[in-house]
């Protein structure tokens, strides 16, 4: 793993989209993994701008609250269409997200984890943190080899999200069709973004702290390629920052991204 300290939110969007572009450039047919929540829509604004081509390119969602149509505006798929597939050249037939509107939801968890299978795998996933230490909707005790299935929220995530709810957690869904976290160590890079000072505890946690399934996100120190991106806020809580800030300033692969 290689955490990337960076001054400033802007500069830490900016760099996880500037690995992104680059990896489209090696590889313009890539397998997406993306994910949704306030940290992402910076991060997609800034692909939007950039003008990267997706023509190519199938993207997986990482989860979807159950019981929302996919037009309904607090779905997942319509913040995916907002944010960001409305505004490139996407094939809207290569765009996933689980359907959490499927009456039968363990078929739907086992076609969406066929899908990723048949695409070849996923390249790069995308990751946000939650303060309950999920990436997707993996709640703690989250099986490491968990694959996409329906999961109950916990009462720290539907906090975090009711504002997308008018602010009452109560209208936030219970539960949410979810990768699971064997589905997500399956990717062949994990790129994992947090930001502002809410997330330090829980970044420390997982990027520092004991692999448990209590944080789900603590997953990713097992992944041979992860890199973990935050800004000044977010890495207050490290404590081994000076080793990360030395590996980013020397090691050749990052000479485009110090600046
Ligand atoms: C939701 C998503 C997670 C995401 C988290 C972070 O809970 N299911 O995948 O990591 O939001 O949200 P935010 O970026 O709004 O803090």
Redesign the pocket.
Known sequence: MEVIIRPSTEQAVDLVARLIIARLKEKPDATLGL??????ERLYANLVASGVSLAQCRTFN??EYIGLEPGDPNS?RSYMQTHLFDHVDIDPANTHVPDGSASDLKKAAETYEQAILAAGGIDLQL?????AG????NEPLSSFMSRTRDKSLTPT?RA??AEMFGGNPENVPKR?L?MGVGTILDAKELVLL?T?P??AAIVAKAVEGPVTSMVSASAIQMHPNCKVVVDEAAASALSGRDYYDFVFQNEPEWEDYRT
Do not use: P
């Open positions: 994910a949704t929540g306030r940290t992402m990482l989860d997942y990751l946000g943190i939650g303060e999920h990436i997707g909707f995530t975090q999200n949410a979810t947090a502002g809410a997330k």
